[in-house]
């Protein structure tokens, strides 16, 4: 169990002489404070009875203030069934709800993403922030193609605002980490049934995507109630409340005979287009390999005729034999290797190797920039298909599912497949 004492913060005086009271919560060299709201001189303190003394002009009925919060504090770890940690403790405290909002933890939650290095992850959290903030600010008055007109509009200006750098992501992230707009209580099931309304109504949004926004949600209640922030009555995902679905999506890949026109077509070398097409043939050769991962390979990464790489998605190390056709497409690259920075493809020739973030930020732009050449290749080769950097994988996977076993065909999407097993 904890050791919980009650302290002066002497590091916080305050300019009348006083000094606030505080709980500290103790286990295993972490420690947690929680506030009292009382203050005292230095001159009234009791160190070694942790109580005020008799000099105080309230001494008695502080005291027995004093009293109760120890005592409430050593029941919430006698009556936990679980083991709780102070941080835990120091929010049960506060009671149902805390004081701690729904936007205050995700912010922290996606601080934490981004300093690790996430950034995709921490920057789309970041968006469902955003989308929940202007549901939270909707006026039903409106008519609706205004408030979707206004809510662009916020976006393009964050954007605008971001590219004169004007505005930091952490610019969001710090604001959110200051509201108190939107309290767990509030989120509710009438709360998510009319926020998935207002995410497909206001902001066009896939059901898969608002899918992905009520798992960030139940992901952060979750972690709420395991902090002791909200109770578990709250909870609005349990028994018969609102329940996640996840639907199988509709992705169709390309027929073998739509690749072999892809593979034919001929592109000036260098130009965007020419890299586009080689990048995604690669990447369908390499079993859909992800675009994401391909960009960012070096040739550091090739050995003994193998591809050894780390899938950037889930940490995955895999090994691969380099085709017969991958190999022709390295062979336009081989002579630039020291040119590219010993990348293979040209996107990230000018970023700074230890820069997580700069690589990231290229690595999305290179993206969208081959999503745009692979719809002008569609058109060339008259596929009427979606042909995305993502396709590549399904494409590979019909083509591939006839002709290879079940069991290799997973190896091969690397799902759980140790270094080598292909």
Known sequence: MANVKIVLRKNMIRKDGTIPLALRISENYKTNYHWLGQYVFEKDWDKTAGKVKRTHPNYRKLNNFLMKKL????????????????KQAKQKLKGPGGLKSFFALAAERIKDKYERGTFSVAKSELSILYNLEEFLNLKKS?????????????????????????????????YFQKSTALRFQEIDEAFINKYKTFCLSYLNQTTRTVTNQLIFIRTLFNLAIKE???????????????????????????????????EVLKFEEGASIWHTHNVWLFAFYFAGIRISDVVKLKWSDFKDNRLYYVMNKNEKALSLKIPDKAEKILSYYRKDKILYNGYVFPFLKNVHPKDAEEIYIK??????????????????????????NHIARHSFGNIAGD????????????RGCKINSV
């Open 363 to 388: 690595t999305k732009n290179a993206t969208k920039l081959l999503n745009k050449y692979l719809k002008r290749i569609a058109e060339e080769c008259g596929i009427d298909k979606n042909l995305s």
């Open 71 to 86: 005592t409430e504090v050593n029941d919430i770890y006698f009556e936990s069934k679980d083991r709780i940690t102070p």
């Open 142 to 174: 409106k008519n609706k193609s205004t408030v979707i007109k206004e809510i662009k509009e916020r976006r393009r200006e964050r954007i605008s605002r971001a590219k004169r750098a004007e505005y930091m992501w952490m610019d969001g992230v710090n």
């Open 228 to 262: 002791g922030i909200i109770d578990q009555k709250y909870y609005p995902f349990a028994g018969e409340k609102e329940k996640i679905r996840i639907g199988s999506g509709n992705k169709i890949g390309l027929t073998i005979e739509e690749v072999e026109k892809i």
């Open 403 to 414: 002709k290879i076993h079940p069991l290799m065909l997973q190896k091969l999407y690397r």
